[in-house]
């Protein structure tokens, strides 16, 4: 196990990237995923695994929710690798129902820049 511990640079960088995951899903901003999102991205929520290409057609389309919100955050590198977990709440447009979920995203560390490899939800609605 690495006992070195994670840099303030790196943790500032991560929790951001956390933010405009959040902020991208909810304003279908494409072109900031596309700056922090993986050539090999994989995103998996209830029932459908997409890659960088699909995820991104995905967040283009008009999102099924309002009022995105991120609690409970928890950032853990581990060497080159971080993982972000956390909550999600958010509001279903088509009935006005709040929902709950549960996320880790992947970041590695690729030529110095943190790149978002994976992201794995449990969400209803997603």
């Not at 943790?11 to 956390?18: H, M, P, S, T």
């Not at 995103?43 to 459908?48: I, L, R, T, Y």
């Not at 929710?65 to 991120?70: E, I, R, V």
Request: with cysteine; charged share 25%.
């Amino acid at each position: 196990m690495n006992d070195t511990k994670p840099s303030t640079g790196d943790l500032a960088i991560l929790g951001q990237l956390n933010k405009d995951f959040f902020h991208s899903d909810q304003f279908n901003d494409v072109k900031r995923f596309n700056e922090f999102l993986a050539e090999d991205f994989i995103s998996q929520f209830p029932g459908v695994t997409r890659n960088s290409a699909e995820f991104l057609d995905y967040i283009a389309k008009p999102r099924p929710f309002k009022d995105l919100a991120m609690h409970d955050v928890n950032i853990r590198i581990l060497s080159d690798v971080a993982l972000i977990h956390g909550r999600a709440t958010y509001t279903m447009l088509v009935d006005g129902m709040e929902q709950e979920a549960l996320y880790t995203d992947v970041y590695q560390k690729r030529d110095g820049t943190w790149v978002c490899v994976a992201a794995c939800a449990i969400a209803p609605g997603a």
